[in-house]
């Protein structure tokens, strides 16, 4: 219900914007502006898409070999005393924990591509649980916000985007989106529990415990480590866990003697018809992002809390790290773009080219993950998913924000 308003609100604020700037300044073109984005984003849409076909196809054959193999299995006992209680509705051993622990591992190493068609793989599990098909369940909504808030040990994109800049430390914002990343995430976990009522009992507390400690000791680590090789040794561990993962999953394969080869073509197969799904819901999402931003309401909002913290007496350098922070729930070519012209006009080392790029990290791309995985399994009532994960993006930014001055102001 909220994601249907929010994108009838999209629509609506981008025509009053339209119709105000032509009744008040004459301005005719931004109607075709509106309309060539609506045009564009929904190319765009397809393009989305048409890419996460290769991607996808890789991966759920991938995911396949692992289920048949019964590693999955195995990796959803290992993690079953933490995501028993986070979803409840699901059964001890069901494929839908071990493809849950692949994309959770996956997101906190930076693997983007990996992740999602394990998340769709997660979501077809979960969706063949759920008896109301067209509803989001409990453990469905807590996946997404999960998702949404972004935990991140190793964030290798935000790295390369400063090193292309020509920061003279690309990995400065390491620790600062660290830390956002992982109070977002924490946030988000927790408020989901009070709202679905789950008991928070020793177990929950101690993962939870052990996720922040997991996260100060990575921090810790790579600030110890010389800045050049931050990314370095980053991107090299990251890799490696990941192709590991595939060369034990073809491992588990052969011990059980299954035809390893035919199993991928059959998981594969599952990730065309995903992507192909996965359109209509993508193209809806895009086109009025697209035709709110076309509108010129993202710029109006900005400049008017810019000028609101200054006539409130207090420092204004965050206000220009802003344009990222509402873009990244939207899209996250968006605020990957914004961070990029922030840095462009500011230079990669300025203080709020820094935030920026920390804001970035900071959650995942909010509405991006629910019109991906609620439309890869049918479901239109969303019910209070966007609230949540919208809390843990607000987090993430707030975070982001303090963060970044304790660091660099």
């Known amino acids: 219900m909220i994601l249907n308003w929010i994108w009838i609100a999209f629509f609506g604020i981008a025509f009053l914007m339209a119709m105000g700037r032509t009744l008040f300044w004459g301005d005719l073109d931004v109607w075709s502006e509106i309309m060539n984005s609506s045009f564009s984003q929904a190319a765009f849409a397809f393009e989305v898409s048409l890419g996460l076909t290769g991607v996808l196809t890789l991966w759920m054959g991938i995911m396949k070999i692992g289920e048949r193999a019964g590693v999955i299995e195995a990796m959803s006992r290992l993690i079953s005393p933490f995501f028993s209680r986070l979803f409840p509705g699901i059964p001890k051993g069901h494929p839908a924990m071990g493809a849950i622990f692949m994309n959770v591992s996956a997101n906190m190493l930076g693997l983007d591509n990996a992740a999602t068609p394990m998340g769709l793989r997660a979501m077809q599990e979960m969706q063949s649980l759920n008896d109301r098909k067209d509803t989001a369940t409990d453990a469905m909504i807590m996946f997404l916000v999960l998702n949404s808030s972004g935990l991140c040990l190793i964030p290798v994109s935000i790295m390369m985007y400063r090193a292309q800049g020509g920061a003279a430390n690309p990995s400065d914002v390491f620790i600062p989106i660290?830390?956002?990343?992982?109070?977002?995430?924490?946030v988000g976990l927790v408020a989901l529990c009070l709202r679905q009522r789950i008991r928070m009992d020793r177990v929950l507390w101690s993962w939870l415990g052990g996720i922040a400690l997991v996260v100060g000791g990575v921090a810790w680590g790579f600030s110890r480590m010389p800045a050049d090789d931050v990314q370095r040794y980053s991107t090299f561990g990251a890799n490696l866990i990941l192709f590991s993962v595939i060369i034990l999953f073809i491992a588990g394969g052969i011990r059980r003697r299954i035809r390893v080869y035919d199993v991928f073509i059959e998981g594969a197969k599952d990730g065309f018809r995903t992507a192909v799904g996965i359109i209509p819901y993508l193209v809806a999402i895009l086109v009025a992002i697209g035709m709110f931003r076309a509108s010129g309401a993202l710029d109006i909002f900005t400049g008017a809390v810019e000028r609101a913290v200054a006539w409130l007496g207090l420092d204004t350098q965050w206000v220009g790290a802003l344009p990222t922070m509402l873009m990244k729930p939207l899209s996250g070519s968006g605020s990957c773009a914004m961070m990029l012209d922030v840095m462009k006009a500011n230079g990669a080392d300025a203080f709020v080219s820094k935030l920026a790029a920390a804001v970035r990290g900071s959650t995942d791309t909010t509405f991006y993950i629910l019109a991906v995985y609620f439309g890869s399994v049918g479901v239109?009532?969303?019910?209070?998913?966007?609230?949540?994960?919208l809390l843990a993006d607000l987090t993430g930014a707030v975070a982001a924000i303090f963060t970044a001055y304790i660091f660099f102001s």
Request: charged share 10%; aromatic share 10%.
């Open 178 to 186: 660290l830390v956002a990343t992982g109070i977002a995430t924490l």
């Open 380 to 389: 239109s009532k969303t019910r209070y998913a966007a609230g949540y994960a």
